[in-house]
């Protein structure tokens, strides 16, 4: 079984769409991220839910909305999609809220706007 | 504030030889540190981390780092590299303004045959 599943894998779609992504978790951990991978590999947080309440939400724009049904889901739709939210975008999970423990990953979404 | 920076956004090394990935941070608490790998393509895996305690952190795949409080550092080291070191490393800092770990902009290792 897989710990932190996406999907899905590659998402390939044209400017203008709405477009989800989603996460799960069965490791029981009670926090959640999303990260953005840019061309250069620089990691940027995006959002962490701590059992269903968001606690962290960087500056993004509010075409991102990320969605935690229950504490090992947590899925992200992006709304009205541009050239610029091409990236990989990692979702991974936590024991802690603090990070203290490290973080385990999903294999990542490929977003590709064209 | 709290920062991770790594030297060198890529390092390439002969087979068999020694690899020395370098990483400071800065932080104004007692810092917690990881050194992940991302193979290409895939998501980021944990290589090691320091808590607290013993400073030479031994992780997998050979990999080992050492925690060096007076320069702030946390460096990551193999003796002999393998072709299947080829990754993107990246070195991360817990304790984000929200708590979150904050990722160095990694460093790319090259393996020569």
Request: proline fraction near 4%; aromatic fraction near 12%; glycine fraction near 8%.
């Amino acid at each position: 079984d897989t710990a932190v599943s996406q999907t899905p894998k590659y998402l390939v779609t044209q400017m203008g769409n709405d477009k989800s992504i989603k996460c799960e978790q069965n490791l029981g951990h009670d926090t959640m991220y999303w990260y953005k991978q840019d061309s250069k590999k620089f990691l940027k947080i995006m959002f962490s839910y701590n059992n269903k309440e968001l606690i962290i939400n960087e500056t993004v724009p509010n075409r991102f909305s990320p969605k935690s049904p229950d504490k090992a889901h947590l899925n992200l739709h992006i709304n009205s999609l541009e050239l610029g939210d091409s990236a990989v975008y990692f979702c991974a999970s936590s024991q802690s809220t603090t990070g203290f423990v490290g973080y385990t990953f999903g294999s990542g979404t490929r977003l590709t706007v064209v | 504030a709290q920062s991770v920076t790594q030297l060198g956004s890529h390092v390439s090394v002969s087979e068999g030889a020694l690899v020395l990935l370098r990483c400071n941070y800065s932080s104004s608490v007692p810092p917690y540190l990881f050194w992940y790998v991302q193979y290409p393509n895939q998501g980021l895996q944990l290589l090691l981390k320091y808590t607290t305690g013993a400073t030479l952190v031994k992780g997998i795949n050979g990999f080992e780092a050492e925690f060096k409080k007076s320069e702030t550092s946390f460096h990551l080291t193999k003796p002999s590299a393998h072709m299947s070191d080829a990754a993107e490393y990246f070195c991360a800092l817990a304790g984000g303004s929200q708590g979150n770990l904050i990722f160095g902009k990694g460093t790319k290792l090259s393996v020569k045959p």
